[in-house]
């Protein structure tokens, strides 16, 4: 069957069947429900090849995320689906496991599959690579990452004030010696939380070594990490980790060194994964919205694509929360898209 078939049918044009495929809100319900019944009399299916040869979009987002093992980023992407989805969009999705050479080889396929464009959810990225794409004339959005020039967005997570207000948190609970297991190095989002923990304690990093060990955003990570810190001659009595996989290996190796939670040591993660709640005890962790994230993220990149780059670079300030289920609460705290 053919699109023209369908158009017959219907009584409109070819035009009208292809603007109610992609859910045009030019179309009104009525020409749109008669359309959707000539499309099921035919069982028809648009050539998404053709479609894509005509009007050069292929109604395909990329998204590119860290680590599909780390329930972050399920919870992110079925969030970035709901919304392209909604547009009448496809998502093309890629796991870089925190490796800037994957990223950069996984964008570069999605641009050959003529993405309409791509978002960057993760933070492994060189400069080099950053000009590179935004030449390519493709829609981009990153986070933390990144200029905003033309089609270019750049989503901003204060993660720093969301540090702060754990640290605070930790120290209305009576504790002065807090320790910080970070991410990887190697990225930013996890160099930015390690020195905003630095400084909300007015600490530099060669003064305070020993409180704070590097993790790989894994819970083998944080329990490696946890069992240097309490091996320490003065070890903390709160830990805070960087994400929550970090904090959930932290709990296991506080555990495992004979000592309780929180009584011998708190321990705070950062993220509120699905998962934190069924810890023992449950996980104090700073909420990070993955659902707001993801639809800011693709809503800003479907902007982008349609031309409209002003509304995508406006500063937002959805509301973040601190989820706590042992002690203690923390305020909201904002983040925006630049």
Not at 35 to 41: E, G, L, Y
Not at 242 to 247: I, P, R
Request: with cysteine; proline share 4%; aromatic share 4%.
């Amino acid at each position: 069957m053919t699109i023209k078939q369908v158009a017959k049918r219907a009584r409109v044009s070819i035009a009208t069947v292809s603007r109610t495929l992609h859910n045009s809100a030019s179309v009104s319900p009525e020409t749109a429900e008669r359309v959707r019944r000539a499309i099921k009399h035919f069982d028809y299916h648009p050539d998404t090849n053709a479609q894509t040869l005509v009007s050069g979009r292929s109604r395909i987002l990329g998204l590119v995320v860290s680590d599909i093992t780390n329930p972050f980023f399920p919870e992110l992407i079925r969030g970035f689906q709901d919304v392209a989805l909604e547009n009448g969009y496809d998502v093309l999705i890629a796991a870089t496991n925190y490796e800037s050479a994957r990223m950069a080889h996984s964008v570069g396929r999605m641009i050959e599959r003529k993405t309409d464009g791509v978002a960057i959810m993760t933070s492994e990225m060189d400069r080099s690579l950053i000009n590179q794409l935004a030449s390519r004339k493709v829609p981009l959005v990153f986070l933390d990452v990144g200029k905003v020039r033309k089609g270019v967005c750049n989503i901003k997570v204060d993660y720093a004030q969301g540090i702060t207000q754990a640290v605070d948190h930790l120290r209305g609970l009576g504790h002065s010696r807090i320790a910080f297991i970070s991410g990887p190095g190697t990225l930013k989002s996890a160099r930015v939380r390690r020195e905003a923990f630095l400084r909300c304690l007015g600490r530099r990093v060669t003064e305070h070594s020993d409180l704070v060990e590097e993790g790989n955003h894994k819970v083998d990570g944080g329990l490696s990490a946890i069992t240097r810190l309490l091996q320490r001659q003065n070890p903390p009595t709160a830990v805070l980790a960087s994400n929550d996989l970090t904090a959930i290996g932290a709990l296991r190796g506080i555990r495992q060194a004979g000592l309780r939670i929180p009584e011998d040591v708190s321990v705070v993660g950062f993220d509120d994964i699905d998962m934190a709640q069924f810890t023992e005890p449950p996980l104090t962790t700073v909420r990070l919205l993955r659902s707001e994230l993801a639809s800011l993220a693709c809503n800003a990149l479907l902007q982008s694509i349609r031309g409209n780059t002003k509304d995508a670079s406006d500063r937002h300030h959805p509301q973040h929360q601190h989820q706590q289920r042992d002690r203690g609460s923390l305020p909201q705290w904002p983040w925006g898209i630049h």
